[in-house]
């Protein structure tokens, strides 16, 4: 038996100028501002991944204007991983069998593709973390920010790393290792959708008290190698529509860069009503539309990954400062939704930041509000982006796809040609918690098995994404009340965790399978990719993720 944790030995501690929580495009993009703007300013950046990168989920296609902002010279770099660019963009409403193209003509501007990129962004992740430490700055991958420190007086004064070697029962194993306090005048949250520190901020300090809801969706994606006669570089296709029905919103995209691989992916929003839905099981029968099938056919599947994507947008963003810190990146909530977007926001809102950190610096100041950052970011090109597409997603939400959609492109229209929305600044509505309707009130979903060929079950989904979590340590999926899972969740939802989880943390097991009696709620955390959904869609609002272990989790090679 290990020792109890009564008594924690002191943490080791060290102190920089800024502390950086997160190795995401916005965490790494204001970590190099800082240093390219004053040298001499001690940077810090902890990744919770073992490796930068590692975490790292997106589509992706990258407007560049982040990048050109930050390291114009990137297109001379041999080595930068940017290197498809968009030559050809096609949008289409799918129906069972098959697909109605829409004229590129009739979408607004902001939504043409052609002058951006399709990349790997956890490939541009690892390149751009090499950028920052050729300047200087700090990265420690494999370590997890575990908790946020305050000041006596309750400002952000740093963060302390996840103590390691602690075992599922709460005691110090014989390879226990205390924590690094990390201690900064300044420290900025970069760890994307549904950060648990980010949460945490958000609520201590009151900073979503003038934001409307917030509102989220769940990417889930599939990295392909196809056959090389079908591979088309630099072919961008997005779609909604089917498999899902009119009240329910989300779509594909389909991407073909880099030699013959093809990343693949589907999107479905949070506030879907049906209990029974599976994000998962809905991607998998997407594959399987002829439209798509065509260009899999023949092909492997390489990679597996799910990451929950912020959707609120323009009227979501929480204030972004408190006393010693800042939220960037998807922390914040700058994706773009009808653009599936928000790595070059990510990206802006680090050197947005970085540039307040090194005035406020200049100037002497240490653990005070960051205003320049909040105040400018609604004028600058963030606001731009995503001021005119405001209301795409609640007129989906309220509208159905048949005329939300319509109604979506018709305001982006109306906002691009004249500045003016006749909606002005619509509302979403109920928390995607709140959106789930009892069993007794739907039709029951019923998926088909997996092929092997197209389409695939979770735990060979979960293989695929490399995941490994130390199986002796906390569970960091916790639950605030055991009971409610089978006492209120299985009764009323046929407890829905099992289903919109993407990776099969959740399940029900029966003592007596037979007659379904004496039913118990399993939580698999080995599985757990950090999609964070669980933490967003559960409608009791019960369960917490935190950060596991350093170094746990997937292993995306180039998602």
Not at 145 to 164: N, P, S
């Amino acid at each position: 038996m290990g020792e109890p944790l009564a008594d924690l030995p002191e943490r080791d501690a060290m102190e920089y100028d800024v502390v950086i929580v997160g190795g995401g495009p916005a965490g790494l993009a204001a970590s190099i501002r800082i240093k390219q703007t004053n040298p001499d300013l001690s940077v810090v950046l902890v990744e919770k991944g073992a490796e930068v990168g590692a975490h790292i989920l997106s589509g992706a296609v990258i407007d560049p204007v982040g990048l050109d902002l930050l390291l114009p010279e990137w297109r001379e770099d041999a080595d930068c991983p940017v290197k498809t660019p968009v030559t050809d963009d096609r949008f289409y409403f799918l129906g069972p069998s098959g697909a109605l193209r829409l004229p590129n003509f009739a979408m607004p501007k902001l939504m043409n593709n052609h002058g951006n990129y399709i990349v790997s962004l956890g490939s541009l992740a690892r390149w751009l973390a090499v950028q920052a430490e050729g300047l200087g700055v700090e990265i420690y991958p494999g370590f997890a920010a575990q908790e946020v420190l305050f000041t006596e007086d309750g400002k952000v004064a740093g963060i302390a790393t996840g103590d390691m070697g602690i075992s599922r029962e709460g005691e110090m194993k014989d390879s226990y290792t205390r924590g690094m306090a990390l201690y900064g005048k300044y420290t900025l949250f970069s760890e994307g959708a549904r950060g648990h520190l980010s949460k945490q901020l958000i609520a201590k300090f009151g900073l979503d008290k003038n934001a409307d809801v917030a509102k989220f969706g769940i990417g889930i994606k599939e990295l392909w190698q196809i056959d090389p006669k079908k591979h088309q570089k630099g072919l961008v296709q997005h779609s909604f529509g089917w498999p899902l029905d009119n009240s329910t919103g989300g779509g594909s995209f389909l991407y073909h860069f880099d030699e013959n691989l093809v990343s693949i992916g589907f999107v479905i929003h949070l506030n879907y009503s049906n209990p029974t839905l599976s994000p998962f099981d809905e991607f998998q029968r997407f594959k399987h539309h002829p439209m798509v099938a065509e260009q899999l056919e023949g092909g492997k599947r390489l990679a597996y990954g799910a990451r929950a994507i912020t959707e609120g947008g323009w009227q979501s963003v929480p204030k972004l400062v408190f006393p010693g810190g800042a939220l960037i990146g998807c922390s914040a909530g700058f994706m773009n939704v009808p653009r599936i977007k928000g790595s070059h926001n990510a990206i802006l809102s680090g050197i947005q930041a970085a540039d307040a950190v090194v005035a406020a610096l200049g100037e002497g100041r240490a653990q005070d509000e960051l205003t320049a950052f909040d105040q400018g970011w609604r004028a600058s090109e963030i606001g731009k982006d995503l001021k005119p597409v405001r209301n795409a997603k609640p007129l989906w939400s309220k509208f159905g796809t048949a005329l939300g959609i319509p109604l979506g492109g018709l305001d982006m229209w109306t906002n691009e040609l004249f500045g003016l929305s006749f909606f002005g600044t619509m509302k979403h509505g109920k928390k995607d918690s709140e959106c789930l309707k009892p069993l007794a009130e739907v039709k029951p979903k019923v998926y088909p098995k997996p092929d092997g060929v197209l389409s695939f079950d979770k735990l060979s989904s979960v293989f695929l994404s490399g995941t490994n979590h130390e199986e002796d340590q906390p569970v960091h999926l916790r639950l605030t009340d055991p009971s409610i899972p089978v006492a209120k969740n299985l009764p009323v939802y046929g407890e829905p965790a099992r289903l919109y989880c993407p990776a099969g943390v959740y399940e029900i097991v029966y003592g007596d399978e037979a007659n379904k009696k004496d039913p118990r709620f399993v939580i698999n955390a080995q599985n757990c990719v950090h999609c964070k959904t669980c933490d967003i869609k559960d409608p009791a609002q019960n369960i917490t993720w935190v950060a596991p272990e350093g170094g746990g989790g997937p292993m995306y090679p180039n998602m």
